[in-house]
């Protein structure tokens, strides 16, 4: 099983960034994803999730109204829209599949597959 994230760089303030996350070696319909971040000296924190089909999403308060997690299981991808972005939002991210019968999508533990990370940088 391989995630790929790519997408990330800098941006300014105010401005997007699109993150990608390529599946392979998976069914990837078969699972719920999310997005975490990791900021320097921080614990890598959810950001956004989305279930197998699509049809159900859910977004940490920080970045509700400003990312859009979508998901294209044909393509075995799954991408996250960033509008708006402030100097807060810079971190490494990170794709990652669920563990089919964890109990939260919140934590990290409940992922058992991760991407390498990509770095995303908001200057103000």
């Known amino acids: 099983v391989q995630l790929q994230a790519s997408g990330g760089g800098l941006v300014q303030a105010g401005g997007s960034l699109r993150l990608s996350c390529a599946a392979s070696g998976l069914t990837l319909s078969r699972y719920f994803m999310g997005w975490f971040r990791q900021a320097p000296g921080k614990e890598r924190e959810f950001q956004a999730a989305?279930?197998?089909?699509?049809?159900?999403?859910s977004y940490a308060d920080s970045v509700k109204g400003r990312f859009t997690i979508s998901r294209d299981n044909a393509k075995d991808t799954v991408t996250l829209q960033m509008n708006s972005l402030k100097p807060e939002d810079t971190a490494v991210y990170y794709c990652a599949a669920r563990t089919p019968k964890a109990a939260s999508i919140y934590v990290t533990s409940s992922y058992e597959y991760w991407g390498q990370g990509t770095l995303v940088t908001v200057s103000s």
């Open positions: 989305i279930t197998g089909s699509g049809g159900t999403t």
